[in-house]
């Protein structure tokens, strides 16, 4: 009797929080389910032969360097906070952020910090200590734990922090003055998972599928009846992949033009369509594009 072979399972992290809708929406996007479990942070995925954890955007790049989980999505802002030794897989763009630095105005000179020593708020003190250091004003770093916001102007005079928008900021009458980096949340692998081919390639598979969901996002099926003396300057302006799809109608009445063209650009591109004789316009989603 032979005995089954015993594979070594994908170990994907997922995160918790604010991340998490997204990141379940967009591999459901792509034909990846995620089950609810008896044990709320060990969820089943439709992908076999991996093992599913929910983990603090934190905690999976820490175990990703670590090695005990392959793959995960967090953000780009721990990352580099954490200063781990790991591998970006994607950039997913989801979650876009920005680390900036905030003060209330009455401390701004001509809207720039004072060339004083401040006391600096914020959760990040890696890259904290860092942009102090770079502004060798002798600035005291505090550590937060969540609410920065509220610390000017009585416990300190400037914060390090994480903002989409800007509209907390705002509502806390704070100004942006500087900006440390941007972020988002990004597909990670530990670099022992990559130095293995088998997960190396389960990994490359699992980033194709979700690049394939967002450059969908960002692409519409666009489809049109082109006469055959303006078949060429439709083309022309036709911002699709590679070559647009033609088929030829009945009668010898010109053709039907097919192509994935950006969203963005719809609003300019109908009109000019139109314009060349382009009639009978038909915009579809698309559900994933792989080149």
Known sequence: MTTPIKTDPLRLALPKGRMHDGVARLLAEAGIRIGASARGYRPSVSLPDVETKILKPQNIIEMLDSGTRDVGFAGADWAAELDASIVEVLDT??????LVAAAPPEI???????????V???EYERLG????AA???GDRFVRSYGATEVFPPEDADCIL???????TLEANRLIICDELLTSSTRLYASRAAMDLPAKRARIADLAMLLRGVLEARARVMLELNAPKDRLDAIIEILPCMRQPTLSQLAGD???AVKAAVPRDKLHRLIPLLKARGGADIVISPIAQVIP
Do not use: K, Q
């Open 93 to 98: 763009g989801l979650d876009a952020v920005r």
């Open 108 to 118: 701004l000179v001509n809207g720039r910090l004072p060339e004083r020593s401040l």
């Open 120 to 122: 600096v708020a914020g």
């Open 129 to 132: 200590r860092r942009w102090i």
């Open 135 to 137: 502004r060798g004003r």
């Open 161 to 167: 922090d994480i903002t989409a928008s800007g509209a």
């Open 253 to 255: 009445a010109g053709f």
